[in-house]
């Protein structure tokens, strides 16, 4: 995707960038009144479930989103998003692009949904993308192993009667419920009396592979999936990325796009469903040097870490070490790692999260993937507990360095000396016409085999044959006898300008549903039971303004008109609402969708021009000329602006009541 950002001349002598900084950094510590829960609530699990069934009535009621196909009687973890609905996702997409790939110079790429087989064999994901299943003994009915063994265990503490150290215990097997064997898990479920939902016995576990499989092209011989993810693309599209980066590291290749995954019973509405949108960074780094350049001027920040230790001790996140300690001192492995955590924390800021609701949590040891190096979560509170919305994953060389084994292709690039550097290389010499005569045609597995031989392996190998007169070789499960008279090793001195090396990635990736439905989950607010409302930033606000005469005529539809086409013209999308209802019904209806901003039009529009512009959280009200109301409502949007810098500008106006 392409997108023209296109500034405004500032107004004042203050550059529009300073002052957005400025608000900005309002914003970043807490200055915002907006989306934040009222000062009575503690945002609390339980306070957001009891809210929930007045919210969720709220997103059903105005199409939010529903499930697909619900004529048809819906299909599980599919999900259709309404007229709303689909304007805060792409207001959320669209500030992910500014916050991200604007903000880091990132490549930005759409690659295609359908990925071939032999490219996510490479990858790993035919072998090993799966989750844990067991069955319903009597119905067939499928669950996945570890959210089943957390439910129950959720449920058990939920009833209060464990003493201390069982609580401990269960909480400690809970959170490392999704690193367990399938033994393990059939033993949990043993020992802990674990049943169906219809109080039936359940099967052993047995792994279920997530990918949606499917053929390309008519012959049906080609195998393919839906991505499981959006990497890939990325990975496979290395070489061109770097060369349109002219060569430089590092750098970051982005991507927002669907992701398919065939999850064992989806439930939680956008939560765990089988089609979401994914937002995936891909930064390219060099494995001896993980620093950031912009990472000093976040380093003394203080997020929630939940680390390895307090998540095996059962003990709450770390919350006042920063995050240039947390480097320091080794929890979080590197800077770079470091830095995306805490840009996705201020993202998560300026959406609408709340602050409180917002951790970090360290995968534990037997949780990673062997080749990670570190990887952290970020997680939010919803009515369902803390749930994983962006991963954060030091991958180190591993992606890379498996499809160019399996393609023969250098994805490679390269550090640069100022003078030439002097080094020994290893030259292998293959004598190929008595390879063909020992091995046959299996002679080109053993030449694949020293073709990828590291220097390393090189002088181990030729070390190896001086010394015993034969290595033994085991290479795609053949076995090889190579003697002095087949190979031969020289090695020699070199000049050299440059040295190539495998890039490592640090690999930030969001799930765009996950985030959307929690934004709907921390920015719903209740004035009362009958009279709810959602209070969007309006950043990602699905429309910025409504425009709302007092009367219903000609003369006042005229000034209706122009502010709408105003308003359009400036790239602010608007609602308007003639109806006959009264002013505060139609406030009402305009704050449900979140509509953060409401202009009305009144006798005094008609003797100087003026409106009142509201807001949806203080339902407080100014006197603004319309001329002015267009930029103001860009300036609040585009965060130069706050609206308490709105009230103490223009002159409050005194409303009736709004019942």
């Given amino acids: 995707f392409f997108f023209l950002m296109i500034r405004r001349p500032p107004r004042s002598t203050q550059s529009r960038s300073s002052a957005a900084s400025d608000v900005y950094k309002r914003q970043v510590h807490g200055d915002s009144q907006i989306c934040q829960m009222e000062k009575a609530d503690i945002l609390t699990k339980e306070t957001l479930y009891e809210r929930r069934k007045f919210l969720e ?5 105005r199409f939010f989103y529903a499930p697909s196909f619900q004529i048809y009687g819906g299909v599980a973890g599919l999900y259709d998003y309404g007229p709303q609905g689909c304007a805060i996702k792409t207001n959320i997409e669209q500030y992910w692009r500014e916050h991200f790939i604007l903000e880091e110079d990132m490549l930005e790429i759409s690659a295609t949904n359908l990925t071939p087989e032999n490219v996510l064999k490479t990858s790993g994901h035919v072998e090993k993308f799966a989750d844990k299943m067991v069955l319903d003994t009597v119905t067939g009915v499928g669950y996945r192993a570890d959210k089943l063994i957390e439910e129950f265990i959720e449920k058990l503490i939920e009833k209060g009667n464990l003493d201390a150290a069982r609580k401990t215990e269960l909480e400690i097997i809970k959170n490392k419920a999704d690193t367990y064997s399938k033994e393990e898990v059939d033993n949990l479920i043993r020992d802990l009396g674990i049943k169906s939902e219809t109080g039936n016995l359940l099967s052993e576990a047995k792994d279920f592979n997530l990918m949606f499989p499917t053929v390309i092209g008519p012959s049906g011989n080609l195998k393919g999936y839906l991505r499981p993810e959006t990497a890939q693309g990325i990975f496979v599209n ?10 430089r590291m ?13 999850e064992i019973a989806p439930r939680s509405g956008l939560l765990r469903v089988r089609e979401f949108q994914m937002a995936e960074i891909e930064h390219f780094c060099d494995p001896l040097d993980k620093s950031h350049p912009k990472f000093s001027q976040y380093a003394d920040m203080k997020i929630p870490l939940y680390d390895q230790n307090a998540q095996t001790e059962n003990k709450a996140p770390l919350t006042n070490i920063t995050v240039g300690e947390a480097v320091k001192n080794g929890i979080i492995a590197n800077e770079t790692l470091a830095y995306f955590i805490v840009r996705t924390y201020l993202f998560l800021k300026q959406i609408g999260i709340n602050e409180e609701g917002i951790r970090f949590r360290q995968h534990l040891k037997d949780e990673m993937a062997h080749y990670a190096q570190d990887c952290w979560d970020a997680e939010i509170l919803t009515s369902y507990g803390w749930v994983e919305c962006a991963g954060h994953a030091d991958r180190a060389c591993y992606d890379l360095d498996r499809h160019s084994k399996e393609t023969k292709t250098e994805l490679v690039a390269a550090r640069k000396f100022s003078h030439a550097k002097k080094v020994n290389v290893i030259e292998v010499f293959p004598d190929k016409q008595k390879l063909g005569k020992a091995f046959k045609a299996e002679h080109k597995i053993l030449l694949e085999y020293l073709e990828e031989l590291s220097t390393q392996g090189k002088k181990d190998m030729s070390k190896t044959l001086e010394a015993e007169g034969k290595v033994t070789v085991t290479h795609r499960d053949k076995t090889f006898e190579v003697t002095p008279d087949l190979v031969k090793f020289q090695e020699k001195e070199i000049n050299v300008m440059e040295e190539k090396y495998t890039p490592s990635v640090i690999e930030p990736s969001f ?3 996950r985030i959307v439905y929690a934004t709907f989950e921390h920015c719903f607010k209740m004035r009362d039971e009958k009279r709810t409302y959602l209070a969007f930033p309006p950043k990602i606000a699905p429309i910025k303004c409504s425009i709302l005469p007092v009367i219903s005529n000609d003369q006042f539809l005229k000034y209706v008109e122009i502010i709408r086409n105003k308003l359009k013209r400036a790239g602010i999308s608007c609602k308007v609402d003639d109806s006959g209802q009264s002013i505060g019904r139609r406030y009402a209806r305009t704050d449900e969708i979140g509509i953060p901003f409401g202009i009305t ?5 008609i003797n100087d021009q003026t409106v009142t512009l509201r807001e949806i959280t203080t339902m407080k009200q100014v006197r603004i000329s319309i001329d002015e109301v267009v930029q103001v409502l860009r300036d609040i949007t585009d965060n130069f602006l706050t609206w308490n810098e709105v009230l103490q500008k223009y002159p409050i106006f005194e409303s009736k009541s709004e019942e």
């Avoid at 009535?57 to 009621?61: C, H």
């Avoid at 290395?238 to 060569?247: A, C, I, M, P, T």
Wanted: no cysteine; proline share 3%.
């Fill in 238 to 247: 290395f070489r061109k990325l770097l060369e349109q980066n002219g060569g």
């Fill in 57 to 61: 009535d709220l997103l059903k009621r």
């Fill in 601 to 605: 039009v009144d006798g005094d529009t």
């Fill in 511 to 513: 799930g765009i549903g």
């Fill in 250 to 262: 590092p750098f970051a290749g982005a991507q927002l796009g669907l992701g398919f995954r065939n």
